[in-house]
């Protein structure tokens, strides 16, 4: 990872030290964990970034301070889709005069958007720039880059900070995100650096990103030092967080891309809003299996919402826009159990763009009704659950939302997501019985400028209820196997015996997709077995 350091929160500038591990690192089918990709692939066309403008900001080498540039070649990129920017000057030509080619930004490039295993292949613009550049010329300023780009990879940190340091820090990056509609994927840090997350990842709006290797985090673990949030927001599968970045950078453009598209729905610019992207990809994270949350503390403080998946994020997406059912407003701080709407919403899979407005005198709750079936043979659901909304321009604090869960079936509470100091909430039931539910929005009310920044707050909401399910069915004289690609996470296992069942996937490989199938033929020999879907 490159790493900075802050010199001064009124300038917010930064000196580059460099992390040595240039590894060049490509997911493969082995990591137990993965970005998804291939399944995104096999079940999508034509998304790979087409139309979207990046930016990647890098920082230099301490040796030297003109390393920080992409080679597009090491990318089998077009140089004419370049710009390079630096104290130095600005250029659209490489080899260049202003800087020199760094092997890290040349990693970043190839897993963002490189070819062949970036994710977002066929970006139409990347804008590059050494890092202090940016900073000191953008962030904390009435500058504007030339060009809107739409994500921003900060594969960097700026290392550990004092509290005042890092508000500043994070107040410069939203308010640039907020005022520009920029998203910025931001590095949470690696573990062996510095313990506790580092800004620009502390960011309230970014998406700070942690890493996942053999089985557990490798990167710098929240919540943050300021007022304690939760960070990061999500890891990806890598050795390191200076290239897990990327996936979810390249994740976020092509939900961006199928956003613009049309692919979820007909509101493109709700679909696209830097808030529903983000909503998209925490809430299709896979759960490691010691992921943990509390009602307080809405993501895991080492894994964010889990690790990256983005043919779940794009399910969700495509699953379309769904608005509330209801609005209800209750004095402040009383009790808001489910209301008597009818109806429920049909897609278990989707996302809303909308707004809560609360009054001076009460809070105000949204409601979504669903009704998860009985899926296969009454057996339970697992409910994923996001809210994202972001930190306003020029403000200190945030508006103040939650997430509610309630079963209609005696208005009782299954769980709820209630922080103080995120703008992310985040509910993850692994164990949802059928039946009715009550999804709430809340808002506080009371009066802008005092407990509340605004009466009325934009948000993004994703949801996934899943009920996965596996068949078995004779092919000539063997059988097949055969699950859901979406959602994403689940794994077929087998057993000889159920009376003290030893549950493995040794001997399951080797499956296929087909029309958002896998198809995983069985050995015809093979003795009795039974079989299951397991979560990873």
Same mark, same amino acid.
């Given at each position: 990872?490159?790493?900075? *350091?802050?010199?001064?929160?009124?300038?917010?500038?930064?000196?580059?030290?460099? &992390?040595?591990?240039?590894?060049?690192? *490509?997911?493969?089918?082995?990591?137990?964990?993965?970005?998804?990709?291939?399944?995104? *692939?096999?079940?999508?066309?034509?998304?790979?970034? %087409?139309?979207?403008?990046?930016?990647? %900001?890098?920082?230099?080498?301490? !040796?030297?301070?003109?390393?920080?540039?992409?080679?597009?070649?090491?990318?089998?990129?077009?140089?004419?889709?370049?710009? &390079?920017?630096?104290?130095?000057?600005?250029?659209?030509?490489?080899?260049?005069?202003?800087?020199?080619?760094?092997?890290?930004?040349?990693?970043?490039?190839?897993?963002?958007?490189?070819?062949?295993?970036?994710?977002?292949?066929?970006?139409?613009?990347?804008?590059?720039?050494?890092?202090?550049?940016?900073?000191?010329?953008?962030?904390?300023?009435?500058?504007?880059?030339?060009?809107?780009?739409?994500?921003?990879?900060?594969? &960097?940190? =700026?290392?550990?900070?004092?509290?005042?340091?890092?508000?500043?820090?994070?107040?410069?990056?939203?308010?640039?995100?907020?005022?520009?509609? $920029?998203?910025?994927?931001?590095?949470?840090?690696?573990?062996?650096?510095?313990?506790?997350?580092?800004?620009?990842?502390?960011?309230?709006?970014?998406?700070?990103?942690?890493?996942?290797?053999?089985?557990?985090?490798?990167?710098?673990?929240?919540?943050? %030092?300021?007022?304690?949030?939760?960070?990061?927001?999500?890891?990806?599968?890598?050795?390191?967080?200076? =290239?897990?970045?990327?996936?979810? #950078?390249?994740?976020?453009?092509?939900?961006?891309?199928?956003?613009?598209?049309?692919?979820?729905?007909?509101?493109?610019?709700?679909?696209?809003?830097?808030? $529903?992207?983000?909503?998209?990809?925490?809430?299709?994270?896979?759960?490691?299996?010691?992921?943990?949350?509390?009602?307080?503390?809405?993501?895991?403080?080492?894994?964010?919402?889990?690790?990256?998946?983005?043919?779940?994020?794009?399910?969700?997406?495509?699953?379309?826009?769904?608005?509330?059912?209801?609005?209800?407003?209750?004095?402040?701080?009383?009790?808001?159990?489910?209301?008597?709407?009818?109806?429920?919403?049909?897609?278990?899979?989707?996302?809303?763009?909308?707004?809560?407005? #609360?009054?001076?005198?009460?809070?105000?709750?949204?409601?979504?009704? =669903?009704?998860?079936?009985?899926?296969?043979?009454?057996?339970?659901?697992?409910? !994923?659950?996001?809210?994202?909304?972001? *930190?306003?321009?020029?403000?200190?604090?945030?508006?103040?939302?939650?997430?509610?869960?309630?079963?209609?079936?005696?208005?009782?509470?299954?769980?709820?997501? $209630?922080?103080?100091?995120?703008?992310?909430?985040?509910?993850?039931?692994?164990?949802?019985?059928?039946?009715?539910?009550?999804?709430?929005?809340?808002?506080?009310?009371?009066?802008?400028? $005092?407990?509340?920044?605004?009466?009325?707050?934009?948000?993004?909401?994703?949801?996934?209820?899943?009920?996965?399910?596996?068949?078995?069915?004779?092919?000539?004289?063997?059988?097949?196997?055969?699950?859901?690609?979406?959602?994403?996470?689940? #794994?077929?296992?087998?057993?000889?015996?159920?009376?003290?069942?030893?549950?493995?996937?040794?001997?399951?490989?080797?499956?296929?997709?087909?029309?958002?199938?896998?198809?995983?033929?069985?050995?015809?020999?093979?003795?009795?077995?039974? =079989?299951?879907?397991?979560?990873?």
């Amino acid at each position: 990872m490159k790493i900075g *350091r802050m010199a001064s929160p009124a300038a917010i500038k930064t000196a580059a030290i460099f &992390f040595a591990f240039m590894l060049h690192w *490509r997911a493969t089918a082995d990591v137990p964990l993965d970005s998804g990709l291939a399944a995104f *692939r096999a079940v999508t066309t034509n998304l790979d970034g %087409s139309g979207i403008t990046i930016a990647q %900001s890098e920082a230099s080498l301490t !040796t030297n301070l003109e390393t920080w540039q992409v080679n597009p070649a090491a990318a089998e990129k077009n140089p004419s889709i370049f710009t &390079f920017t630096s104290f130095s000057g600005t250029t659209n030509v490489f080899p260049n005069a202003i800087g020199f080619e760094s092997s890290h930004a040349d990693t970043v490039a190839g897993t963002f958007y490189g070819i062949p295993d970036g994710l977002s292949t066929n970006v139409a613009r990347v804008d590059t720039f050494e890092a202090d550049f940016y900073v000191q010329n953008y962030l904390g300023t009435t500058n504007s880059p030339p060009n809107q780009d739409s994500v921003v990879n900060q594969s &960097f940190t =700026f290392g550990p900070l004092d509290a005042t340091n890092q508000a500043a820090v994070d107040s410069a990056y939203d308010n640039f995100s907020v005022a520009n509609q $920029t998203l910025f994927i931001s590095a949470a840090n690696n573990l062996g650096n510095n313990p506790v997350v580092c800004a620009p990842g502390t960011s309230y709006d970014c998406i700070s990103v942690g890493a996942y290797a053999n089985g557990t985090y490798v990167n710098s673990i929240g919540p943050t %030092s300021d007022n304690g949030r939760c960070k990061p927001d999500i890891t990806a599968a890598s050795p390191e967080t200076s =290239f897990s970045t990327p996936l979810v #950078s390249g994740a976020a453009t092509i939900l961006l891309q199928a956003a613009l598209r049309g692919d979820g729905g007909n509101d493109t610019n709700g679909a696209a809003d830097m808030r $529903t992207i983000k909503a998209l990809l925490l809430n299709g994270a896979v759960k490691t299996p010691d992921w943990t949350n509390s009602q307080s503390a809405p993501l895991d403080v080492r894994y964010g919402a889990g690790v990256l998946n983005l043919l779940n994020a794009y399910e969700q997406l495509a699953g379309g826009e769904h608005h509330y059912l209801s609005t209800t407003q209750i004095p402040q701080g009383r009790a808001h159990p489910p209301d008597n709407t009818p109806g429920q919403i049909t897609a278990l899979s989707g996302w809303d763009f909308n707004t809560n407005s #609360s009054t001076a005198a009460d809070d105000t709750i949204n409601h979504y009704y =669903f009704r998860p079936g009985n899926g296969a043979s009454g057996s339970p659901w697992a409910a !994923t659950i996001t809210l994202v909304w972001n *930190r306003q321009l020029n403000q200190t604090n945030i508006n103040n939302l939650s997430l509610f869960l309630y079963n209609c079936a005696g208005s009782n509470l299954v769980l709820c997501s $209630t922080s103080l100091v995120d703008n992310v909430q985040h509910i993850y039931v692994p164990q949802l019985p059928p039946g009715r539910y009550d999804l709430q929005i809340w808002k506080a009310g009371g009066i802008p400028g $005092t407990n509340i920044v605004s009466s009325a707050e934009p948000y993004a909401l994703a949801w996934g209820f899943v009920s996965p399910t596996l068949s078995l069915t004779r092919s000539g004289s063997g059988s097949v196997l055969a699950w859901s690609v979406y959602p994403a996470g689940f #794994s077929a296992e087998s057993t000889s015996n159920l009376a003290s069942p030893v549950w493995t996937n040794n001997n399951l490989s080797g499956a296929r997709i087909t029309n958002g199938q896998y198809f995983l033929p069985l050995n015809p020999i093979n003795p009795a077995e039974f =079989f299951r879907l397991s979560s990873q």
